[in-house]
């Protein structure tokens, strides 16, 4: 016995639909496949993070000690000679770019 043509249709329409909804499930944006790249790319965001608030950290506590109520004596000279060029004939400067 044959279907009518009617619902050999609808049978392949649902069957179109049951495999695009297939592929997007596996191939996707959000697809078995993106699962690893999306934790890839988690790790790199995590390490990322990890240098920046490493950075704020280093950054917060050159802020503490140029503090104008109680500035560290040893950094204010270091950044004066730095940015200023003052150096006295009997010193050496020493550099470190970062």
């Not at 704020?56 to 730095?82: F, I, K, S, T, Y």
């Amino acid at each position: 016995m044959h279907k009518p043509p009617k619902d050999q249709l609808k049978q392949g329409m649902a069957l179109m639909v049951l495999l695009v909804l297939t592929g997007l499930a596996i191939a996707g944006p959000t697809g078995l496949l993106a699962w690893n790249e999306n934790a890839n790319l988690l790790e790199q965001r995590k390490t990322q993070i990890a240098m920046l608030t490493a950075e704020r950290n280093d950054l917060r506590n050159r802020v503490a000690l140029l503090d104008p109520g109680a500035a560290d004596p040893d950094l204010v000279g270091e950044l004066l000679r730095r940015n200023m060029n003052v150096v006295h004939p009997d010193e050496v400067v020493i550099t470190i770019e970062d």
